[in-house]
């Protein structure tokens, strides 16, 4: 499937974009995460939280959506 | 006695000017079963961090969860308290220090009402809406802010 | 960070226009080291009282004790919450239903202080100050309000 | 001692005056109320505080001040 990933915040500083397209193969958040600390490392350093269909999705999720967004702590207000 | 079903855009791109907000308040006038309203305004602070002064804060946000997020909030707060109307504004892009980033209005019959209701909304914004805020220093380098 | 030492006059005459507020929030812009203002509007509610509709409030007060409890409360309310500014303004006379008859405006760095301010701010007033309001119907009988 | 009394609200209307100049020669609070329920039989049933120097006082009070005000359950805001 094509995931296309989003960045936010911090997050597209370290990945120095804001939104990208993969081919992912795979299942769940948790296995895309690790492809993504393959390809940036330094996001392994970073809090953040998954979300799908705009909602918090936790790291044993089963990835069905191809919008994913990598969100850090919010800063609104 | 308006609660809009579907998400609409909580976003204003820059600041929220003060005569936006006044606009607002008249826009109230006319409904006369409302006896207190409540406003909460964030200003953008002119914080020192070692030794830099914060110059503006750039918003950016996940616009589309947000904007959902921002409607899970407003539907829940009209279910918990009696209010007869609530608005919610957010900042985009750039807002200086001294200028003001979010707007959240509520207003019902009564004034207990809306002293809970502003403080859960306002609450809840923090939390569960993805927005960022990125702190400008005057040098032009910037950290990422965090809510306390 | 200006606590007013001396008394002043909180008392506006008629309603208190949505213009007066926005340029009151407009001053705040160089304040900068304040994060958070919270700002209560009391409105004439048009209640039905058996079958007859207030028009309007007329406000008369104890105005010298009236304007000592505003600033009693005003110098307890800035050594219990860590407040930039604060200020209160209350009508006297006519305010027709739809009209401002009290705004109560604080600001501080921190949100979490407004909230608790305002709400004490205005249970304050609600309580301690000498000011009446005489409900008129539109067939101009009245009646004497009473705070719940 | 000439005291002058201020009637706001409701009590306003029993009194059908704002304020009057009373002579009065006894010390308490209650002694001046006892005297304004004979001027005043309908001030009886309601129900008010009393002022003095602007702050509210027991009805055993001296009364110091030459103004003294009737003050009927605030209603601002």
Known sequence: MQLQIKYFGLLAEITNCDQETLEFSKSQVSDLLKELYIKYPLLKQKDFKVAQNHEIVSNNSNITNPEIALLPPFSGG | ?148
């Open chain 2, 1 to 148: 006695m308006t609660t809009e079903k579907k998400p609409k855009n909580v976003f204003k791109e820059g600041a929220i000017s003060s005569e936006f907000i006044a606009k607002s308040i008249a826009k109230h006038q006319s409904k006369t079963a409302i006896g207190a309203h409540n406003i909460f305004l964030g200003q953008v602070r002119a914080d020192k961090i070692d030794g830099k002064t914060v110059s503006g804060i750039e918003y950016t946000a996940y616009k589309e969860m947000a904007n959902a997020k921002f409607h899970e909030i407003r539907e829940a707060t009209f279910s918990r308290f009696d209010l007869t109307c609530m608005h919610i504004y957010h900042s985009l892009g750039m807002v200086k220090t001294g200028e003001i980033c979010l707007f959240v209005f509520v207003s019902s019959p009564r004034r207990k009402e809306v002293f809970k209701a502003l403080e859960y909304v306002v609450e809840e914004i923090k939390a569960k809406v993805p927005v960022y805020g990125k702190e400008v220093f005057e040098d032009s380098t910037h950290q990422w802010k965090v809510n306390s």
